[in-house]
């Protein structure tokens, strides 16, 4: 096995028509719904962008709705735990 179709995963002739295939189909469906290039990388750059912006406030909502549930989970599972060991 040459060191080309181990770093490839199979022939260059395969890899080729395989990534050939594989274009053609991405490109439909891009045309279907209107999208290019550019969109989907400026799409990538805004996901990222907007999680950075609002990840500290998730962070803040997610501590707040973890101390709301252990506010209720924990003496639940308190009570259960001291229920069973009497048995």
């Known amino acids: 096995m040459s060191a080309l179709t181990r ?20 490109g439909v469906v891009m045309v279907t719904f209107g999208w290019s290039p550019h969109d989907v990388l400026r799409g990538i750059a805004d ?30 599972f308190l009570i259960l735990r001291l229920l069973s060991w009497r048995k």
């Open 7 to 26: 770093f490839l995963g199979d022939t260059p002739l395969r890899v080729a028509l395989k990534l050939v295939v594989v274009s053609f189909l991405v």
């Open 47 to 76: 996901f990222f962008s907007g999680l950075w912006n609002m990840g500290f406030d998730a962070f803040y909502r997610f501590l707040s709705y973890f101390l709301i549930g252990a506010a209720v989970v924990v003496p639940v």
